[in-house]
């Protein structure tokens, strides 16, 4: 296995980290890279807000849970899909940008998701962790107000960096049987592989080092999925001139 | 610099490929260390389709622009962003899913781009080559129809790997100035730098190899943004049962 894969299957969420600055030059090497990920259309729609102000860290730990590494971590970075660039280079030629298409939203959307994976791996191929915050979108009103985001901007999640302060297990994935299928998407043979995948997890939670629970794949997700999932987004996004239409 | 960063940072869309079979141990090797990327409440929303079929690789080929190589290219994956694994879980825990929202949406096409950019970049690791193609959305009821794609799951992306036989430029990113922001959005020297960053990226288009062309980013960006892009997305997504509320 090559050093990218090892790297890539190495993958946990890291939330305790050493008190050890990281140097503006590392920042810098790590988003110069993670800046070549493909980009649609070449619109790089992605904009990165390091937040160093620890005021406005503390307002963000607190509403993305609380989760306190928001606040700790040594290097804290808000993803944004950002249109207000592309807004920007209609008016420096004179035309006028067509908004709020939801194709506009997705391409923006996954330009900032592929930037950000680049930034976890490349910070990971250094030694670094990290996780990723989609708690910034319980209240993305007052994100954008602490980090002055304007209309065609929004933050998508947040990303805590560092190096490693602790050792967590890493999670067992679906089985591939599951996720890649050829030709047609078919699930036929879905509940067994599924109640098998339940199984694994359960070993995996209830034998890990810490915080060990009764749980299993299937239950955590019909939890999740059988509340409303921040159920602001769509005003917020429209507030934003995203999705609307 | 380490071998991910150059990787990264050696990233260019690969559009033709030798005539070399990928074998099957070799794509599930990709996949399965791509799996790892960070997923939202390990939800794992992503499904990835390998398209054998030749009849249905020339359709999509089409469809997406024409982009022959996707009907040319030794692997063509399409990237679906997938909740109705949650719903299974969800019956399978006598709870009923909470659908249609904006939030779900999000998590599930960040979720796919995790996996997708964890593939591209694993696939680069390996010496392949790649494309993404975002062109599956120019008809993307048809795509869901030729692969089978129930409600709940919707196709964000494709994918082209193999072999590369081309040897394209390294497209210039937009200065980290631009990207990388400190505690705020703040944009008030954006426009000389966008500037600068033109005559950047209209040096590369004069002098690379092939396909020279007098262009420059915000002209390029100005182009797309200034027409309607795919305005049948909202509603087809809504027929999948994304983005309703």
């Keep these: 296995m090559n050093a990218m894969l090892s790297v890539m299957k190495g993958h946990r969420s890291i939330r305790k980290f050493k008190e050890i600055e990281l140097e503006d030059k590392l920042v810098k090497k790590i988003l110069e890279a993670a800046q070549y990920a493909s980009t649609s259309n070449f619109i790089q729609a992605c904009t990165v807000i390091r937040v ?40 420096m030629h004179k035309v006028e940008m067509v908004k709020g298409f ?56 947040g990303m805590c960096l560092g190096f490693p302060d602790e050792d967590p297990g890493r999670k067992p994935r679906l089985p591939l049987e599951l996720v890649l299928k050829t030709d ?10 599924l109640s098998a995948y339940d199984q694994t997890c359960c070993d995996y939670y209830n034998h890990r080092d810490c915080a060990n629970r009764d749980d299993n794949w299937t239950q955590q997700i019909a939890r999740m999925m059988s509340q409303p999932l921040r159920p602001h987004m769509l005003d917020f996004l429209n507030s934003k001139s995203f999705l609307l239409k």
């Design 52 to 91: 160093n102000n620890q005021e406005t860290r503390a307002e963000i730990a607190d509403l993305a849970g609380p989760q306190p590494w928001v606040a700790q971590c040594p290097l804290f970075l808000v993803f944004c899909a950002d249109l207000k660039r592309a807004e920007q280079a209609c008016s």
């Design 184 to 193: 047609t998407y078919s699930d036929t043979c879905d509940d067994t592989l």
């Design 102 to 157: 939801t194709e506009q939203f997705i391409i923006a959307t996954v330009d900032v998701a592929l930037v950000a994976q680049n930034t976890m791996l490349a910070a990971e191929s250094l030694g670094l962790g990290g996780v990723y915050i989609g708690g910034i979108r319980n209240n993305p009103e007052k994100v954008c107000e602490l980090l002055d985001i304007p209309d065609m901007v929004y933050p998508v999640f």
